[in-house]
């Protein structure tokens, strides 16, 4: 436009906050990453890549990446097919649509550490509500330990996990949804197009951009989920649930070894970064398409 | 309303914000939590201050879950706590990054005046140094409701195989005979390790610094260990201590290991107090006597101002002190237990009205305490790679292999041993 | 469009089933927490509470410092929220209506701010903190959740601005109006929906942050309502009633929120972008 400067004037302070508060501590990851230091506090010295030639070396590592990656695929594929079942219900009309619409939030709007309390509870076998209503429902015969099993705490924490998010990505692809014109419906009515028929030749091709959207974002914040894995199973039963974050955060805070921590992080950065840019390159690409 | 609330909290915020510029200033943190633990150290601590005009001591409490992160990260700013509580591998780290200060003198002077109980001073002694002034046990016990074992018609089990047969007994009409956590939790490192020190393998070091424990006594304690899991709750691959307390309470558990449950069976269960009984820990078929896990909680002085560590003794002097020690104690009562012979027949402990109600329970756990290990500090020498075998819970984690994975007790504890090594061999 | 029956009775179904997966658990939580001790450990869970008891909200507020935490969250929370708005409108309005060198860069660049694990700056960030002397301040907690929050709530208002005729915009500065007066006077109004959105976005984002919040508060009276309610869970012993109380208490401010500005983010999200 006519001020050359006026734009980037408008993005500075955004940039310069991210790059002092996001972009500094990391490169200060990457230095310590360099370094050989044990306890926070404690003095290191300058090791060159050692740690990364350590951390890439250790098989802990890759089988983390392998949980992240199981993670991410189970939780975006349990909070896509519950958000598009849910979101598909509230783009109806009926009474009380804007009340269900608001509340469906619910989950997503009480404190992390709060969810971890409620699910911790309604799990255990002193007063827990699910294995009750499971037995009862006679899908098990006798209570079960939902976090005693590898298979089963990855999948505990997975659906616990989407419970927390589904909401909100329900109201995101409502949104898109509701950014598909009611023209197309009622043409394919007319042309006597059944509601499968409806959902595969308009719903899902239209909902595409905001599915790749929240895909991508939703892999990034997922694949960043920390507290809710902690707090549940520390990584147990038997590392089975030690996904990226949490290693990190054991070999920093556990196991008193800063500097492998950091290359952990540098490298699962890295790896994001990858998956960003690359992403990001394919949503451009999904624009110029259309 | 919401203004009101808004303005109380306002009011809060500004009042607390008021302090003295004169006198000396200690900054306490502590990671006794719970609002009642807090409120009860604020009322000795205003005590204090005001007995002491010279000296202003401020508590901050903190949780054990962040403290190891936190604490060494406040004390290289700058702007970490003058007095800081701790258990033994948590010194280790401290000490690591150069913020303990030693307290031999203030130790000597206070053993001559109170006699501190021996095991809980050993896991803060050694490099030729006592690290931290021990201000509380606790110890692990056997709990378990003297009309239960009466109604299946068994005795309080003294051997493994005694309680094996108890545990089975008591597995009737959907409850467990026995709740033992599996957890990668600490709870679970102490259930465990209170069956290594009943069957002679409570040193995990050798003299060397090798590790030091695949070998057959520690197999076997996995084993009975993992034997008795078998009839524990579904859910207690997850377990911390509370879970195994509410199971206890709800009489779904016939037995479990725990510090204590007084507090919770009798405000929870609404049971009669002469009904819960306690014992100390089973020991193996072929050992004699019976000993436990405890842990000494300590304080450590983290200033390197001298007039701040002149203030600080004088209030860890006056902590001690039988007409305060007592109610310290009672800010948990029925969980922490006295570190000194003082302090064990303080008149401020046993005039508490839950520890009057639990009387004969306390005894018995004081008594139990007196027998206490911790592992990595059974030799005299510490070893830095403690403090991170503790973190990351590689006892507990061993449990899983079993439990969980379905490994042999001697694979587990050989992995166990691998581990071990492998944290020893970084530094 | 009529609904035959069979439909009509699916989308009944599938609502009861949602209803039941979001509401359920809270039912539980509140119910409980009036529950007595003794019921809400009993072997078999009972639906509705047998007994009715205050004691656990009497102890919660009592003993530990409720009203101060929900202060500093809300202090936090409504902070952050602003600095967010601030900070990713004019950045979102310049990303999305301008045209200049290296847009497309910068905006990934910001977008990468999620590419790493909020665990990996948490030490040099103390740090950092520390250094400023910050450390057990709001200020660091209002800091951080900014910087958490602002690469998504600049994306968000993406499809908000894209919904904006350009024309309005031209007419306007074909008038000779500066572009911030365009900014907020014209784009504000016509985006308020979706800035409202951002706003809850950021709030709840605050409102329930608790790994920062852990490690860079110290004193009892700055902390919020996540770590002040982990601090009543208590290393040895857990008191069900007493969290199942606080559960109760965390909830019930961003539900009264909710009640009010709930309908505005929803509204915000599906209805504003429709153009």
């Known amino acids: ?290 | 309303m919401k203004r009101l609330t808004f303005l109380a909290g306002l009011a809060a915020l500004l009042s607390a914000g008021t302090a003295l510029a004169e006198p000396v200033n200690l900054t306490l943190w502590h990671m006794e939590q719970p609002p009642h633990r807090v409120q009860r150290m604020q009322e000795l601590l205003d005590e204090f201050n005001k007995a002491n005009p010279d000296i202003v001591v401020k508590q901050e409490p903190q949780s054990w879950g962040e403290v190891y992160a936190k604490a060494p990260a406040a004390m290289s700013a700058g702007n970490g706590p003058d007095l800081l509580f701790t258990i033994p591998d948590f010194t280790t780290v401290m000490k690591g990054i150069d913020a303990v200060v030693p307290v031999d003198d203030l130790v000597k002077e206070l053993d001559a005046k109170h006699g501190f109980v021996p095991a809980t001073l050993a896991p803060y002694q050694y490099d030729d140094h006592v690290w931290a002034v021990p201000a509380y046990n606790m110890a692990i016990s056997l709990w378990y409701r003297n009309s239960a074992l009466k109604a299946a018609g068994i005795e309080v089990p003294k051997t493994w195989s005694e309680w094996k047969a108890a545990a089975e007994k008591l597995s009737a009409d959907g409850k467990y005979g026995i709740g033992l956590p599996a957890n990668k939790q600490l709870y679970t490192d102490q259930t465990v390790y209170s069956f290594m020190v009943n069957n002679g393998a409570a040193d995990i070091y050798k003299d060397d610094g090798s590790i030091d424990f695949d070998k057959p006594q520690t197999v076997a304690a996995y084993q009975a260990y993992a034997d008795l899991q078998k009839l524990s709750p579904p859910d207690s691959p997850s377990w911390t201590w509370g879970e195994a307390e509410a199971c206890f309470a709800s009489a779904s558990c016939g037995m479990i290991l725990q510090f204590t449950v007084i507090n919770t069976y009798d405000t929870q269960a609404e049971a009669d107090p002469a009904d819960l009984g306690v014992a100390p820990v089973p020991h193996a078929d072929d050992q004699v006597d019976s000993a436990t896990i405890s842990y000494s909680n300590a304080i450590m002085l983290t200033t390197k101002d001298a007039a701040k560590q002149e203030a600080a003794k004088k209030f860890l002097t006056w902590l001690l002190e039988p007409q305060t020690y007592g109610r310290f104690l009672t800010m948990e009562p029925g969980l922490f237990l006295p570190v000194t012979n003082d302090g064990a027949e303080a008149d401020s402990f046993w005039k508490d009205p839950v520890v009057t109600k639990y009387k004969s329970q306390v005894e018995t756990m004081v008594a139990n305490s007196k027998n206490g290990k911790l592992f990595g500090f059974t030799t005299g020498k510490v070893f830095p790679s403690i403090g991170a075998i503790s973190a990351q819970n590689v006892i507990a984690e061993t449990l899983q292999h079993i439990v969980v994975d379905g490994q042999s007790a001697a694979d587990a504890v050989k992995a166990g041993q691998a581990r071990m090594a492998e944290i020893t061999a970084k530094k | 469009m009529r609904r035959s029956l069979a439909q009509n009775l699916v989308l009944a179904l599938g609502l009861l089933v949602l209803a039941a997966l979001v509401l359920l658990p809270f039912w539980w939580v509140a119910s409980g927490s009036v529950k007595l001790p003794k019921e809400i450990i009993q072997r078999v869970p009972t639906m509705m509470p047998h007994s009715f008891t205050t004691q656990h909200f009497e102890k919660l507020f009592s003993s530990s410092d409720f009203p101060t935490y929900l202060v500093n969250s809300l202090l936090v929370a409504l902070a952050s929220t602003a600095a967010t708005v601030a900070l990713a409108l004019p950045a979102a309005y310049a990303f999305f209506r301008m045209d200049f060198p290296g847009r497309a860069a910068l905006y990934r660049a910001i977008l990468l701010a999620y590419a790493f694990p909020g665990v990996v700056v948490l030490i040099p960030l103390y740090g950092l903190f520390s250094a400023a002397g910050l450390v057990d301040s709001r200020i660091s907690l209002v800091i951080v959740n900014v910087a958490f929050a602002l690469p998504f709530a600049i994306w968000m208002m993406r499809s908000f601005l894209a919904s904006v005729p350009r024309e309005i915009e031209e007419a306007a500065l074909i008038d000779g109006a500066p572009v911030a007066t365009i900014l907020l006077r014209i784009m504000v109004p016509l985006i308020a929906p979706g800035i409202a959105s951002v706003a809850v976005f950021a709030f709840i984002a605050s409102w329930t942050e608790y790994l920062f919040a852990s490690v860079l508060i110290v004193s009892d009276e700055r902390r919020t309502i996540p770590v002040g309610f982990a601090g009543i869970i208590g290393q040895y012993q857990i008191d069900w009633g007493l969290l199942l109380a606080g559960a109760t208490a965390a909830t019930i401010p961003v539900v009264l929120l909710f009640a009010l500005v709930g309908r505005w983010f929803v509204a915000g999200l599906t209805e504003g972008a429709v153009k």
């Open chain 1, 1 to 290: 436009m006519r001020n050359a400067t006026l734009p980037f004037a408008f993005v500075a302070p955004a940039l310069v906050f991210l790059a002092a508060v996001l972009g500094w501590p990391l490169l200060q990851a990457v230095w310590l990453s360099l370094q050989d230091v044990g306890v926070i506090g404690s003095q290191g010295r300058f090791v060159g890549l050692a740690n990364y030639a350590a951390v890439l070396g250790d098989g802990r590592f890759w089988r983390a990446l392998l949980r992240s990656l199981v993670w991410v695929a189970g939780n975006a594929a349990v909070q896509t097919l519950a958000a598009l079942g849910a979101a598909l219900i509230l783009n109806q009309q009926f009474p009380g649509v804007r009340l269900a619409r608001t509340w469906i939030i619910l989950g997503w709007i009480v404190p992390t550490v709060v969810v971890v309390i409620i699910w911790r509870w309604l799990l255990s076998t002193s007063g827990g509500m699910i294995n009750p209503l499971l037995v009862q429902a006679g899908v098990i015969d006798r209570p079960v330990g939902f976090f005693a099993s590898r298979e089963s705490a990855m999948t505990t924490l997975i659906l616990i996990n989407s419970w927390r998010w589904f909401p909100f990505t329900t109201l995101m692809l409502l949104a898109g949804l509701t950014r598909i014109p009611g023209e197309l419906y009622e043409a394919a009515r007319i042309d006597g197009a059944g509601a499968v028929k409806r959902f595969t030749r308009i719903t899902w091709p239209l909902l595409q951009p905001t599915l790749l959207v929240l895909g991508v974002v939703g892999t990034l914040l997922s694949f960043n989920v920390f507290d809710v894995i902690w707090l549940l199973t520390a990584g147990g039963p038997a590392q089975a649930t030690q996904t990226l974050p949490v290693l990190i955060y054991e070999t920093a805070f556990k196991g008193y070894r800063l500097s492998e921590a950091a290359a952990v992080s540098v490298i699962t950065s890295l790896l994001l970064m990858a998956f960003a840019v690359a992403a990001t390159r394919a949503m451009a690409a999904d624009e110029a398409e259309r």
